[in-house]
C-alpha cells in the first residue's frame, strides 16, 4: 500500500511503500511519548525504506534519543534516527541502521486512510505516563516492554499484510 505522509507545516512530503499499513502498535516509552506522542503514545507502521521518496529533504531533521540504562546507570545514545521537520517540529519517521530495510513513519504523520486494526498492541507499558489512562478493548494485546511479535508477524497472523 503506498502511503503518503506530509509534516504540520506541510514542508515535508514522502511517499513510502507498506506491506504493513495497520496502525495497531501504540509505544507508551518516554522517547515516543515525547518526541511523538499525543495522548501518551505513537503509532508505528511499517515499510519499506528502499521506497521512501521525499519531498523537502532540507528541512528534515534527526533526533537520535539519549538513554540510560536502568540496570546500570550507564547513558548512551540510541542507533535509530528519528526524522521530524526541522520547522514545525512534526515527527515523520524512524530509521534504525540495525534494520536498514525498514522504515517506520508514524502514523500520525500519513494523509492516506490508514485500515481500522481488529486488534492493538499496547507496548512499553513499564513506561506509561502517570496520567494516562489505557483504553484497551478486550481483544488488545497488552506488553510491560516489547511485545512478542513484529509488526510483519502481527500482519500475517490477523491476514492483514498488503
Known sequence: MLLEGSCHCRSVRFSVESAHPYPFNLCYCSICR???GGGGFAINLGASAATLQVQGQEHVRVYQARMTDSDTGLASTSPAERRFCGICGSALWVWDPRWPELLHPFASAIDTPL???PERTHLML???APWVELHADPQDKHFTRYPDESIADWHARLGLSV
Open 34 to 36: 515525547k518526541t511523538a
Open 115 to 117: 485500515p481500522i486494526p
Open 126 to 128: 513499564d513506561f506509561k
